[in-house]
């Protein structure tokens, strides 16, 4: 197979909804065009067209909000190798955002309305190969692309039918702003014979003297007639390998290949990161036709779910049969302009999750599924990520039979993309969907058709290893409170509080599993001059302050604010006079609240641990995180990573 990167320098363009484009028609009104970048988003080339201003600070991203009503256009003109001539050629977007109709030398050929998920279009007998091609992308307006074709109890049908980052609508830590973009990679795809689409690589029999890995290699034949075909897999130096005769257009294959005294992956702190190099090749008559390069850990990972006494159950894991205790956090988007964050990014972020010692991230089902980098870092520094999928705490269409397909085609996609990492400890069908389902209109949660049988059905069909739970949070009872303190994973806060009340971590039991807990605090000046204007630092009481903190849509969250000053006076911190008492006294109170929960729940054996809410801010604000947007660690973090290391479990 070869490539062609298509990413880089293109052209982009907006028009009024459905408004037509013009491209050097004669006498017309030629539409504008400026400079884009692809991977990337229009609100990035928009400041760089000096035609919007940065819209983190001040109050700016309300001045973006005429970009989520105008459709936009982008325009690649390229041409294709002569080694691409007389092979099968396909256009490969691996991410759109959102609501796309691809065009290619001026003919339809794809529609795509799903950011997580890749659009793969055969353009073999469309292109030019003596001359330039074209590929126009049109993103329609995000906030007309959707209709909803039935009534749902959610707060914002747009959010519910987009398959969208739902904090991009406005969330209490993220602002309004709806991404557009060709925000992943784009290529030209091409093909011989055939060519591997999908690797699933896991540990099959373990034992302290060998192992077998496994490996299911699905291969899609671009040719009629029986196809002769040689399958290679190699797991660091042991080998395996099998002849293929091929009739159907595409079909998965399993090799396993037994490893001697394997080296057994571990999570950060207990062990090392011990990473075999897989290299797969599909050859035909020696002739490499397709590669695939990945990373295995070998290893085990359990949820442990066991009745407890006083009609308990517990909840921790066990890797490798070892029992794990968490020290970790939630992860959310580390930019609310998802295209921003590069490699560096992540390898800076997730430097300092090690280095605190920490053990476990939760990817929480509030933005994206994360790029490529950060699972590799994670496989690479001991990270456990328990995986939520993209669902926000709404009540989601049931019945709705086009939601439904898109949602499965998107489970299956992330959980082939995702499910060879060793870092992957679990799936998790929403983020605090039982919740709502129990709280909102008093429905039972268990009636959830998408968390307890449309999505699991799509994850056991593609990866029945690994455990599935319908929510975060949840009890492994139906009968019982979604956030039950002695059941299943909690979700559990005292924002403004006395972080020693008895209540919270001790009465009537610990928690067996703190899945999301954490204290608001105030980041450093340097952040605050990222959104604040010199005379706006001090009092608090602006509406920047509401805006930077939780009401980011103006309708009347203003919590958090009062909550930093409660959590002051209730701790017994003095007033603040400046703002950098303010500063201090926040970060003190927030270090020393989750220094004590992490220290209390590790004396106690029935607790499993816990997951900080949150790591990192997605744009500066007044939040929970431990560090700061882009990238200051607060006082918190450098607490926690002293009382991590000091947790020995």
Known sequence: MKRLSLNGTWKVAFRNLDAKIIIGKPGARKTEWYEARVPGDVHLDMMNAGLIEDPFFGRNADHCLWMETKDWWYRKIFRIPETFSGKTLFLRFSGLDAFATVFFNGEVVGTHDNMFTPLEIDVTRRVKTADENELLVKLAAPLYAVTPSAKTGAFDPLIVYSRKAAMSYGWDIAPRLLTIGIWKDVELLAFDEARITDVHIFTGELSATA?????????????????????????GTALGRMRIQQDVEEQTHRLSVPVQNPRLWWPNGYGPQNLYRCNISLTKNRK????????????????VQEPQGEQATSFYFRVNGKPIFVKGFNWSPPDAIFARPDAATYRKLLGLVKECHANMLRVAGVGIYEKDPFYELCDKLGILVWQDFM?????????????????????????????????????????????????????????????????????????????????????????????????????????????????????????????????????????????????????????????????????????????????????GKPAPGTIDDFIRSTQEVQAEALVTWIETAAAHPECGGILFWNFCDCWPQISDSVVAYPCKPKLAYRALKKAFARIKR
């Open 391 to 571: 669902l926000n705490g709404l009540m989601y269409p049931q019945e709705d039979a086009g939601f439904v397909r898109n949602l499965q085609e998107e489970v299956a996609h992330v959980v082939k993309h995702l499910r060879s990492h060793p870092c992957i400890a679990l799936w998790c069908g929403d983020n605090e969907g039982d919740l709502k389902w129990t709280n909102w209109d008093g429905s039972h949660h268990y009636f959830n058709r998408i968390t307890r049988e449309i999505i699991p059905t799509v994850v056991r069909e593609f990866d029945a290893i690994r455990l599935y739970l319908p929510s975060c949070p949840c009890s492994p009872s139906l009968e019982t409170d979604p956030n039950d303190r002695l059941s299943g994973d909690r979700h559990q806060y005292m924002h403004g509080a006395d972080y020693r009340h008895p209540d919270f971590m001790q009465n009537p039991a610990c928690p067996r599993f703190l899945s999301e807990t954490g204290y608001i605090s105030c980041p450093d000046r340097d952040v605050l001059r990222q959104f604040l204007r010199a005379d706006e630092f001090w009092p608090t009481d602006n509406k920047t302050w509401w805006y930077h903190s939780s009401d980011t849509r103006f309708i009347g969250s203003r919590y958090r604010i009062a909550a930093l000053h409660d959590g002051i006076r209730n701790n």
């Open 211 to 235: 192992a077998t890995v496994v490996c299911e290699v699905t291969i899609r034949k671009e040719v009629p007639g029986k196809t002769a075909l040689e399958l290679t897999a190699a797991v």
């Open 288 to 303: 490499v036709l397709d590669t695939r390069h990945l990373q295995h850990g070998i290893r085990t990972v359990e949820l």
